[in-house]
């Protein structure tokens, strides 16, 4: 900034400056120096004003740059914010459930009150307890299970800015082969703010407030919608301004290969699959491929295709008018005298109990599908 003061040329070693000063002879033949010290070495009261003033210009350059311009971005980033509540809802899990992988559309916060689980979000892992706030980006395949305790947590579907159009229901199962990825909602990247947003251990009496009054309100009114929407940003606002953990993410291939094999069980179980006719599928070792699996859905894999099947087979009991051979055969059980002593086994009574109280569990489980619909199982 100080070099346009001097135009210099080589001659000889020395350096001959055009800037004509008749009151300093000094300035005609200098040792090669720097600008800088050549204005303090000078005389001329005139080249020391130039330094200063160019002095406090960098400084304020500087200053601008590393502390107004930060602020400035991130103010305009949260005044882009304007986000709306799609769907809200509350509910618990039991120790050991495994949910069915899926996909959203919009955007999930889920807030973990009680209970242990682990959540897999694309190729990461996340263990969530009380306190632990865990955001689900759209158009990734996510499942939850749980680990111990009665797990309950808090679950708002939301969208980053007013705009996007909704789309309800905002989550698909995969095994229902329904999900449609150009129905995706993903953050705008202004918004700048990395996905899976996950954070630990903040205090319940800190949410707590937030969470009842937002579950309460059915934003059928301008004035719970305003209600709502304002104890929304406060939860956004406390969320975000927690640290973002990072130590709790587990990826790797192990969590690639259980994924991918809970992906082709959910979507094939009815079919006949053996643990060799998995393994050579992946290209791993039975051994590996169960640890692995066991290590995180909590069961082996043959485990998981006979629950799938036989919560299948409940319902279909319990709401179709097949026999149970049919539906023995339909969900994966040729032979129906197995199938009997192991839905006896691990449902706690017998096909024909579950067809004799059809009326009563078809009820049953028509409600339960209301709680469920209600609670995003």
Known sequence: MFFYCFKTTANNGLTTN????????SLHRRVNVSPVIFSFLTHDRKLRI?????????????????????????????????????????????????????????HELVVFTSGKSLVAVGEKSFTCSKGDVLIIPPGVRHWTRALDDRVERYCFHFDWVQELPVVLPPFVYESTKAYRPRRCKPAPKRIGIKMPFY???????????????????????????????????????EVLSANQSDHSAHGGKSLRLVQSLKQRIENDYRRDMTINSLAKEFK??????????????????????????????????????????????EVGFPDAN??????????????SMAVTNQGKESLRISQIEKTNCRDGL
């Not at 709306?84 to 949910?99: A, D, L, Q, Y």
């Not at 197995?338 to 096909?351: D, E, I």
């Open 50 to 106: 130039i330094f200063i003033i160019h002095c406090m210009h960098t400084f304020i350059s500087l200053f601008t740059i590393y502390f107004i311009a930060p602020n400035m971005h991130d103010k305009t980033k949260i005044n882009q914010v304007n986000p709306r509540i799609n769907v809200v809802w509350s509910g618990w899990w039991r120790p050991g459930f495994v949910e069915q992988g899926r996909y959203l559309y919009d």
């Open 284 to 329: 791993v070792t039975p051994v590996h491929m169960a640890r692995a699996f066991r290590m995180l859905v909590g069961m082996s894999p043959l485990e998981y295709v006979h629950r799938l099947r036989l919560e299948e087979a409940y319902r279909l009991l319990t709401a179709s008018a097949k026999n149970i051979s049919e539906i023995a055969e």
């Open 338 to 351: 197995y199938f009997s002593r192991l839905f006896r086994k691990k449902m706690g009574m017998s096909p």
């Open 199 to 237: 954070v630990t251990g903040i205090p319940l009496q800190r949410l707590l407030p937030l969470l009842h009054p937002l579950i309460e309100c059915d934003g059928g009114s301008l004035e719970s919608s305003l209600k709502q929407k304002g104890l929304f940003m406060q939860l956004l606002s």
């Open 18 to 25: 055009n800037y004509e000063n008749p009151k300093s002879d």
